[in-house]
């Protein structure tokens, strides 16, 4: 593979590091050792919060989960609410799966989290193919063109801890639509 040049790289991460507001609509997979399930997601971003709903059998229903400045509220289709500092933390805490929600922030952006050490490998197109970070290794399948920008449709986030330990975890992300804010 050739060797891009850190420039491109550079400018196509400064650009989309740019997006602070979004809709974006997906399906999620997750399988661990012992069990599996999906979900839609629906993911509205601005610079003041994050608002993620799951509905279907993944979380039993409906799960919203909010973050602002004041921390994380995460409530389930029967109205209980939890609440804590950290969104990857209160989802495993209830849900029992593990979702980098900080990271993952970025990823579906096709970027690297800032601030990480990241192992990353881009195509000729100045794309992300992979990035490991954060214990995760996150593969990009295809990027499709949404206004200006061209971003992952199809990604798949795997922790390393590997299939046969229980804290395994294997996301997979169909990005159907984003609507980015003008």
Do not use: C
């Not at 970025?106 to 195509?123: C, H, I, K, N, Q």
């Amino acid at each position: 593979m050739k060797k891009p040049t850190v420039t491109d790289w550079q400018t196509r991460q400064a650009s989309l590091a740019m997006i602070d507001s979004w809709t974006m609509h997906a399906r999620i997979g997750l399988r661990s050792q012992s069990r599996s399930g999906s979900a839609t997601l629906l993911w509205d971003e601005t610079p003041a919060s994050r608002k993620l709903r799951l509905l279907g059998p993944l979380g039993g229903g409906t799960i919203h989960l909010q973050q602002d400045d004041s921390g994380v509220t995460l409530q389930d289709s029967k109205g209980k609410r939890w609440q804590a500092e950290n969104a990857a933390e209160l989802i495993y805490q209830v849900t029992g799966w593990q979702i980098p929600v900080s990271a993952l922030r970025w990823w579906v952006l096709g970027l690297t989290e800032p601030g990480s050490d990241a192992e990353y490998s881009l195509d000729e197109s100045q794309h992300l193919t992979s990035v490991r970070q954060q214990g995760w290794q996150v593969t990009f399948g295809q990027y499709n063109q949404f206004g200006e920008y061209q971003l992952p449709t199809n990604i798949v986030l795997e922790n390393e801890s590997g299939p046969e330990d229980e804290q395994y975890v294997r996301a997979r992300l169909i990005i159907k639509d984003w609507k980015l804010a003008e």
